[in-house]
């Protein structure tokens, strides 16, 4: 394989585990809301607080739901593993991020044969009036879903902050930027936080949704799709007013702290940016008007693109 297609490759990989990544959280996230409010309804009914509550074999299985752990370990968390052990292992060390995914799904996997024991043999021993191993396995899953979930929850949350770490080390990757941006309107960009993608920007770039903007809409440019360039060229535009009060900001911490550049990378005065993009925007125009039936490259500009 030659260089230029392994790079592709490792890009690809990339993109690949943060989507799903992302998805995973956010999926698991969902869960463990409906997890926390079933809980928080049994406790109000019956006047216990959680940690005392002693709920039947019924009650604990619908506390969460089979497929939806199944989902998240199969559909989500098993191809994110394989990803980070093919972009971070080496023979003698790998990434954080790797070991969080790989312990979340050894999590998982025990909070599904605890949930499919509590919902497979807890019923047929309480048939068949068996005490004894009905008390165990109730016992049992009382102490380790609520570990277990709390544990899950809290890896997800050492995971997301070693990918905010690792967000900026891929921003200037263009099959990332672009499928960052081309995914911007799915649950799992809009949900990952607040502010969706321009949150995620906040975490890449340091002033902010204005550079990752310019970052997408110039591999546009460069790509000769000049219809995409120009939208996010705007969508950059219109963030510059926040970006200068951010440039201000960072310039004011680094005085304060003796150092030109607080140990990050410098930050381009976001000025020449905007002069840089205004002045696409202006091509872009008068290409399009000398040109009104021509159209950009008859080529995807999806996740693939080269």
Not at 13 to 40: C, G, N, P, Q
Not at 112 to 139: C, G
Not at 202 to 231: C, D, I, N, T, W
Request: charged share 30%.
């Amino acid at each position: 394989m030659s260089a230029q297609n392994n790079l592709q490759v490792q890009a690809h990989r990339t993109w690949s585990i943060i989507r799903y990544f992302y998805l995973a959280l956010v999926h698991f996230r969902r869960e463990y809301e409906r997890y926390d409010k079933k809980v928080m309804a049994y406790s109000k009914t019956s006047g216990l607080d959680r940690e005392s509550l002693r709920l039947n074999s019924e009650e604990l299985a619908g506390l969460l739901e089979f497929k939806n752990l199944e989902l998240l370990r199969d559909g989500y968390i098993q191809e994110l593993k394989n990803l980070c052990h093919l972009v971070f292992r080496t023979d003698d060390r790998t990434d954080p991020l790797d070991r969080y995914v790989s312990d979340i799904f050894h999590e998982i996997s025990i909070l599904k044969e605890e949930h499919y024991t509590v919902k497979t043999y807890a019923p047929q021993y309480e048939r068949d009036s068996n005490e004894v191993e009905l008390r165990f396995i109730l016992d049992d899953a009382h102490i380790t879903m609520p570990k277990k979930m709390a544990q899950i929850r809290y890896l997800f949350g050492k995971g997301r902050d070693r990918m905010e770490k690792f967000l900026p080390t891929v921003r200037s990757m263009p099959i990332v930027i672009r499928s960052l941006y081309l995914h911007r309107n799915d649950e799992f960009v809009r949900q990952a936080y607040p502010g969706g993608l321009k949150a995620i920007y906040s975490h890449m770039y340091p002033l902010g949704a204005f550079e990752g903007y310019y970052q997408v809409a110039q591999s546009f440019y460069h790509s000769s799709f000049f219809r995409q360039a120009l939208k996010v060229f705007r969508l950059a535009e219109n963030e510059y007013p926040k970006a200068a009060i951010r440039y201000k900001e960072l310039l004011k911490s680094q005085e304060k702290d003796g150092s030109p550049d607080n140990g990050q990378d410098s930050v381009r005065d976001p000025r020449w940016t905007i002069r840089s993009i205004r002045a696409k925007i202006s091509r872009i125009q008068k290409w399009r008007g000398k040109n009104p039936r021509s159209r950009d490259k008859q080529k995807s500009s999806g996740s693939s693109a080269k």
